[in-house]
């Protein structure tokens, strides 16, 4: 099982983006250094999603194109995605499970169910099963 290491700085960008894009689920990559079990995310992707939608999310297929060259460009390695849910807990929905096509990323959800205390988690998905990924929120 991975665990993810990730900045509060970076933590502050996701969470800002997906505030202003309330109502609508917020979307993006992330991308950084693995070394063993440890996934440290370096850089964050903000893309749009082409769902504009409170509850599901598409990810801009030219965007996330771009996004992956810009990883490989940095020496950075994708890890996985994010998502906002605006109105429910931090964990793959059914259809969140359903999409999730590669077992080798980490899916991290951002609940936004209470705006003051928002909840960040991290999932490996699988065979239509999901786990908890342990996630640790560092300070610069
Ligand atoms: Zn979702």
Not at 6 to 21: D, K, L, Q, V
Not at 97 to 108: E, G, P, Q, V, W
Request: proline share 4%.
């Amino acid at each position: 099982m991975k665990r993810i290491s990730i900045n509060s700085e970076i933590f502050r960008t996701i969470t800002e983006h997906a505030m202003n894009e309330l109502p609508d689920e917020a979307c993006g990559l992330i991308a950084g250094k693995e070394e063993g079990d440890v996934r440290t995310v370096e850089k964050v992707y903000i893309l749009t999603n082409l769902d504009h939608s409170s509850e599901h999310f598409s990810i801009s297929p030219q965007e996330q194109l771009e996004a992956v060259k810009d990883i490989r460009a940095n020496g950075l390695k994708l890890l996985g995605n994010w998502h906002s849910h605006p109105a429910s807990p931090s964990r793959p929905s059914a259809e969140d499970i359903r999409l999730a096509f590669d077992k080798n990323m980490s899916y991290l959800i951002l609940s936004l169910m209470d705006k003051n205390k928002p909840v960040l988690n991290s999932f490996h998905i699988e065979n239509g099963a999901f786990a908890r990924e342990e996630i640790e929120i560092t300070e610069e």
